[in-house]
């Protein structure tokens, strides 16, 4: 059973920094490319970081890049989002996701939220 556990999340003041991690269980992490997107109140959810391949060179979001970096550790099956100089333009719930085949299988998600 492929499974996406988000972590890290919480509070954070402006130009503060927060870790994010991705607990992967069911399937091949280090083989599979993994992406984390967000979903502010009102909003769509929106793409944050996405590998290109598994570990390899990652595209990011205009709004983040500079700011945000993903990560992995393929010995502990955990992919990270390292969030630096964070705005109050950044609080959302905050998702990661894999794709297997067809399908898209989702974390439930960390709310950061960025406020003095």
């Known amino acids: 059973q492929v499974q996406l556990v988000e972590s890290g999340g919480g509070l954070v003041q402006p130009g503060g920094s927060l870790r994010l991690s991705c607990a992967a269980s069911?399937?091949?992490?280090?083989?599979?490319?993994m992406s984390w997107h967000r979903q502010a109140p009102g909003k769509e959810r929106e793409l944050v970081a996405a590998?290109?391949?598994?570990?390899?060179?990652?595209n990011y979001a205009d709004s983040v890049k500079g700011r945000f970096t993903i990560s992995r550790d393929n010995a502990k099956n955990t992919l990270f989002l390292q969030m630096n100089s964070v705005t109050p333009e950044d609080t959302a719930v905050y998702y990661c996701r894999v794709r297997i085949g067809i399908r898209r299988v989702w974390g439930q998600g960390t709310q950061v939220t960025v406020s003095s």
């Open positions: 069911g399937f091949g992490f280090s083989t599979y490319p």
């Open positions: 590998e290109t391949s598994a570990g390899g060179t990652a």
